[in-house]
C-alpha cells in the first residue's frame, strides 16, 4: 500500500499554489494529486515521494492532514474496459471503494488506479487475481 497525504485547504484564490510552495520549499515532489471542493473547503490528496516529511512540513504549515493508506494498480493498459475489469472484479468480491482516481506511470507510460477502500483483504484478493500493486511511483 502506499502513503496518500489528505489535507483540507480553504476554498480559495491561490489556496493550491500556497501549498505546493510549501511541499517545493521542502524539496518534496508530487507523484499525483487530486483536489475536489465543497462550499469552503478543498480535499487534496496527493502522493509524494517523502509522505512523512510532507506531513509535517504541512502540518507545520498550518493544514490539516493525515497520512492515508491507499490501494495502486498497474492497469498495465489504456486500452478501453482495462478499469472496467479491475472494478467488476472488485465488485464481485464485495469490495466498496470509497474513492477513486487515476494516475500516470511515467517510467512505462500506463496508467495507474490509486483508490481507497476499508476491506483489508483487497491487496490479498487483488494480488491473487494477478494485478501487479504499487508500493511506491
Known amino acids: 500500500m502506499l502513503n496518500q497525504i489528505s489535507l483540507f485547504a480553504a476554498n480559495t484564490k491561490g489556496a493550491l499554489s500556497k501549498m505546493t510552495a510549501v511541499l517545493a520549499e521542502s524539496d518534496i515532489n508530487i507523484y499525483t494529486m487530486l483536489a475536489t471542493d465543497s462550499a469552503e473547503f478543498g480535499i487534496i490528496r496527493l502522493i509524494v515521494d517523502k509522505p512523512e516529511p510532507a506531513k509535517k512540513v504541512l502540518e507545520e504549515a498550518g493544514y490539516q492532514c493525515r497520512l492515508d ?69
Open 69 to 137: 493508506k491507499v490501494i495502486a494498480i498497474d492497469m498495465a493498459s489504456d486500452k478501453p474496459g482495462t478499469l472496467n475489469r479491475i472494478l467488476t472484479d472488485l465488485r464481485n468480491a464485495n469490495v466498496m471503494i470509497r474513492y477513486l482516481y487515476i494516475s500516470f506511470d511515467r517510467n512505462y507510460s500506463t496508467p495507474i488506479a490509486v483508490f481507497s477502500t476499508n476491506e483489508p483483504e483487497t491487496e490479498t484478493f487483488l494480488k491473487g487475481k494477478g494485478y501487479r500493486l504499487l508500493d511506491r511511483f
